[in-house]
């Protein structure tokens, strides 16, 4: 009997569970403590194994050889449940069982006892689908669930699970598995199929299926099917629309290279050859992803697959950016994903990348003024040298500093105040004048300024007695 890929790997052991430890240690450990949950949530996105999981946690509670940190496999109740026909273990699809009868069904089947194993393991996909009145009939049996009775609720929309609901569940969150995991597994179903395979193309349909397993495996099914000989890249990017390495390459380089006409012919190009303007975009996005993430980690990040070749050319065509830099441009070209979908899919990718261009070229403000301080240094100013003089007579610079001075040419006025007369008179003048002309290179002419802020205090009594008209005594 023909079965698909993904209902033939699906995992039936623990072990054997992909990009999901942290869930499946904690279930092991429930089972391991004998400290059952009467109700689970299993929540995340579509194809990462919560069904699956749900039914490896069913068979370990029922497996005859007592309840097993990992099911044998090979007993009757294991294999029934495998098979879908395990009389304890019941399998309904919120989607298509939301009537309140069906709850209501459930409701009066719960409280008769497992038939042939420990416990009757209901699992409720899509569990964010049940109408209110479907609802609230099961939260009646949620709330007095019979001993032996363990739900297991599956729902990628888990914002829509009520909270009274959700409170007398466990909640488990199930993660996007990783490129790398998948490309890993479909490696491994390729070898043991014994299909011929491109890695490229495996890394194709892992970015594609977006942390999803199953996705990825449906991919790989259909290129199996297209091609007996084997998954290769050029078969699989013809199959799912995908825009050639070798042309986002060349987009990449003509942005990075600051060739305007170049990208916007590649974009010609690449139309002519029969790529939708949307399935260029995409694959833009996809490739800026990877380059900024080379970029954040310094080479290609555990979760992240990418070729050597790939990697040393998006590091070659990056080094003059910063992070933030590509960070700036992906940000913008995500925001444009609209305008992509607008009735000018063309002209919208044109527009987008011109300005990818534009924002090649932009510098982040940061970046500049770490530049121009960068360059600053090799001018000499006032403020460069009174860091000379820091560091060569600290004692100085601070007396310097503190009275305040400016230049003029190649004169350097230093306000005065009396109690730093000792400037003026004393030694200090000479060193200044001498660490002057080694800073600049030149003579540098020292002038004082008297402060004149320091009024003396019966000049303010007699212009307040001025302005108040207060007359003297007489
Ligand atoms: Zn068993």
Redesign the pocket.
């Known amino acids: 009997m023909y079965t698909v890929i993904a209902r033939r790997w699906r995992p039936r052991r623990f072990g054997e569970v992909v990009g999901q430890p942290h869930i499946v240690t904690t279930l092991q450990n429930s089972i391991r403590f004998g400290r059952i949950s009467h109700a689970y949530l299993f929540c995340g996105p579509r194809g990462v194994g919560k069904t699956s999981l749900a039914r490896i946690f069913a ?1 370990a509670l029922n ?3 007592g309840p ?1 940190v990992e ?5 009757e ?2 294999l029934s449940i495998d098979g879908g026909n395990f009389v304890d273990v019941v399998e309904i699809d919120a989607a298509s069982a939301r009537r309140i009868e069906d709850i209501r069904e459930l409701s009066e089947a719960v409280r008769y006892v497992p038939l042939r194993g420990r416990y009757k393991v209901y699992i409720l996909d899509e569990s964010h689908m049940l109408t209110p009145e479907a609802r609230n009939a099961f939260l009646k049996t949620l709330e007095e669930p019979p001993a032996h009775t363990v739900f297991i609720l599956a729902t990628t929309e888990p914002q829509k699970i009520p909270q009274t609901i959700m409170s007398r569940c466990q909640r488990f969150d199930f993660r996007r598995i990783s490129e790398r995991d998948i490309v890993e597994q479909l490696k491994m179903i390729c070898k043991k199929e014994g299909v011929k395979y491109d890695e490229e193309a495996l890394a194709i349909m892992a970015e594609e299926a977006d942390g999803s397993l199953r996705d990825a495996q449906f991919l790989l099914e259909k290129a199996m099917n297209y091609n007996q000989d084997g998954v290769k890249e050029p078969d699989v990017l013809q199959l799912f629309g995908i825009v050639g390495r070798e042309t986002i390459f060349g987009f990449l380089s003509s942005i990075f290279e600051g060739d305007v006409r170049g990208g916007l012919s590649l974009v010609e190009q690449a139309i002519e050859k029969g790529h939708e303007p949307y399935e260029i975009y995409r694959g833009l996005v996809q490739a800026l992803r990877k380059m900024l993430l080379l970029k954040v980690y310094e080479g290609p990040p555990p979760f992240l697959y990418i070729s050597a070749r790939e990697q040393e050319e998006m590091l070659r065509l990056s080094a003059d950016h910063e992070y933030y830099e590509i960070q700036n441009m992906l940000f913008y070209l995500i925001r444009g994903e609209e305008l992509m979908r607008a009735s000018f899919p063309k002209l919208s990718l044109e527009v987008l990348l011109i300005n990818l261009f534009n924002l090649s070229k932009i510098k982040d403000v940061e970046r500049l003024m770490e530049e121009l301080e960068e360059k600053g240094k090799g001018t000499k100013d006032l403020h460069g040298f009174l860091s000379f003089l820091q560091e060569r007579r600290p004692l100085l610079a601070n007396i310097v500093g503190s009275l305040g001075a400016n230049m003029e040419g190649n004169r350097l006025f230093v306000r005065l105040e009396e109690e730093y007369g000792l400037l003026r008179d004393t030694d200090m003048k000479e060193e200044l004048k001498a660490c002057l002309r080694e800073y600049f290179g030149e003579p540098i002419e020292v002038c004082f300024e008297e402060k004149r802020g320091a009024v003396k205090i019966d000049e303010y009594v007699s212009e307040a007695k001025r302005v108040f008209e207060i007359k003297e005594g007489p």
């Open positions: 068979k497996c005859e050889k097993q099911p044998c496999c090979e007993c109740n294991c």
